[in-house]
């Protein structure tokens, strides 16, 4: 791609965004936050004219804009990027009772199934570039099969530690690729702390040394996983030849899609390759709902007084980046709401009938639009862009 400013340093420094203290890799900073790179990269020189992309290469046709995998041979990869946007509604638009009005970004159609393999082909080539022999990762189920599934084109040891009530297809997702699953009894939380927990003491250095160790390729904290989901945002505006949306919906736990989005726009924009920043709309599962507790209070983050136990993707009590999270949505004049499991499952119908073979998760995503547009949030000649994160056959 033309115009790069790329170095050839392939262990980027990390930096904290709270203390400021760096280091060449960890998992978080001495201080408890999470950590970013301290180059992220911005191509110069305008933008290059949307047929020049290589799709062949799928996300990494954006390789100028990621902050890993400078040297193509630690790319681990299997082609993933590129995904459809399509019209939401199609040529039955105008006979559908209920019609989106949006675009839908088919990202249920990635090699494990979910979007996640955005990120772990990034975190997968960080860990390549550190020569590290083993990763472990918590996930709900479709970050551990994607980190699993790449771990595996790695040549990658993997452990991945899931609820102990995830869904067997995911489960069945993570041994397949080799890796060992590990269930926990208890909350979303309670599984992120036995992952930590079972750390080697040193996974918590300060330097690259020691790579033989267990190496987190956590979804939630790895800054090389966002550098992944950032490119949905590239991928977009180059569909629309460099024409931004007026806003984007997405599911909202830990918010891997949500602020890889926000940092994907922010960098075309600085790059000047769009003009500006689509409003950002998060969507959570009602009962479990942080981001609008914090917007709106409790009432707004559990309307019916149910959990939707439909949306397990994003039942995530205590988000790593929530101060991220919310300031991404003021800073663009976004929202949050909180989608009740009866929502979500009407919508779900809607998708299914209409061709759209997604899991529960994601149609929290588009039914959020509705309410969205109900309250006069988003109008409803506004340009929408809702990706679908999940395949349904992940059940």
Known sequence: MPGSDRDDDTTRSLACSDCGTTFPDRWRCTCGSPLEFVDRPVPSGGAPDPGAFDARLGLWTFEDFIAVGDDSADRVTLGEGSTPLVDADGAAGDALDDPWNAEFKLEYVFPTGSFKDRGATTTLTRARELGVDRVVEDSSGNAGAAIATYAA???????????????????????????????????????????????????????????????????????????????????????????????????????????????????????????????????????????????????????????????????????????????????????????????????????????????PTCAVAPAALREFRARGAIDADEDVVVPLTGSGLKG
Do not use: M
């Open 153 to 359: 084109r790695a040549g990658i040891d993997a452990e991945v530690y899931v609820p102990a009530d995830v869904k067997e297809a995911k489960l069945r997702a993570i041994r397949r690729a080799g890796a060992t699953p590990v269930r926990v009894e208890g909350s979303r939380a309670d599984v992120t702390d036995a992952c930590v927990a079972a750390l080697d003491p040193d996974a918590e250095r300060s330097d690259s040394e020691g790579t033989d160790s267990a190496w987190y390729a956590s979804h939630a904290w790895n800054p090389a996983f966002f550098e992944g989901t950032a490119t949905v945002a590239y991928e977009i505006a180059r569909q629309r030849d460099w024409e931004a949306p007026d806003a984007v919906v997405t599911p909202l736990g830990h918010g891997t899609l949500f602020l890889g989005a926000y940092r994907g726009f922010e960098r075309l924009r600085e790059a000047g390759w769009i003009d500006s920043v689509p409003r950002l709309y998060g969507a959570q599962a009602a009962g479990t709902a942080p981001i609008v507790r914090a917007l709106h209070g409790p009432e707004a983050a559990d309307p019916d007084g149910k959990r939707n136990e439909s949306a397990d993707g994003i039942r995530i009590a205590e988000p790593v980046r929530r101060e991220e999270v919310l300031e991404a949505i003021r800073g663009t004049g976004g929202d949050a709401v909180a989608v009740t499991e009866a929502a979500g499952d009407r919508e779900l119908d809607r998708l299914h009938a209409a061709g759209f073979y997604t899991e």
